[in-house]
């Protein structure tokens, strides 16, 4: 970056077009960051520790999806159709469900199917 001055006394700054980019770059990943948390509004997170213990295989994601939106068993079922002891035995790994039920339980949880699976 460097810095000059117009005929009328205004400091201008010029930029290399690489700092150009980098400068527009870093805006549109603003606007992609903001645009994403306005489609999340509303939508709880998951806490960092709940991330981290799915990821390690400690919490099943539907487990930690299901108590992140504050739902019990029970209220996932009647929401979703599932059987409450369908959706115990998948979160207790006793059972890999249809992709038809994994779709049932991601609407209800307002979901991607690849978010519990």
Same mark, same amino acid.
């Given at each position: 970056?460097?810095?000059? !001055?117009?005929?009328?006394? /205004? @400091? *201008?700054?010029?930029?290399?077009? %690489?700092?150009? $980019?980098?400068? !527009? %770059? /870093?805006? $549109?990943?603003?606007? &992609?960051? =903001? %645009? ?6 509303? *939508?709880?997170? &998951?806490?960092? $520790?709940?991330? &981290? ?15 992140? =939106? ?12 599932? @059987? ?6 998948? %979160?207790? =790994? ?8 994994? @779709?049932?339980?991601? /609407? ?10």
């Amino acid at each position: 970056m460097n810095q000059a !001055t117009n005929l009328q006394g /205004d @400091r *201008l700054v010029v930029l290399t077009a %690489e700092e150009y $980019r980098a400068l !527009t %770059e /870093d805006g $549109r990943d603003v606007a &992609l960051a =903001r %645009e994403a948390r306005q489609a999340d509004a509303g *939508l709880p997170g &998951l806490p960092a $520790r709940v991330a &981290l213990a799915m990821a390690q295989g400690a919490v099943h994601p539907l487990t930690a999806w299901r108590q992140a =939106r504050g739902q019990s068993i029970a209220a996932l079922a009647a929401a979703s159709g599932v @059987r409450a002891a369908t959706i115990s035995d998948i %979160e207790n =790994r006793k059972v890999d469900p249809r992709i038809s039920t994994v @779709r049932a339980l991601a /609407d209800a949880l307002r979901l991607d199917l690849d978010d519990i699976v």
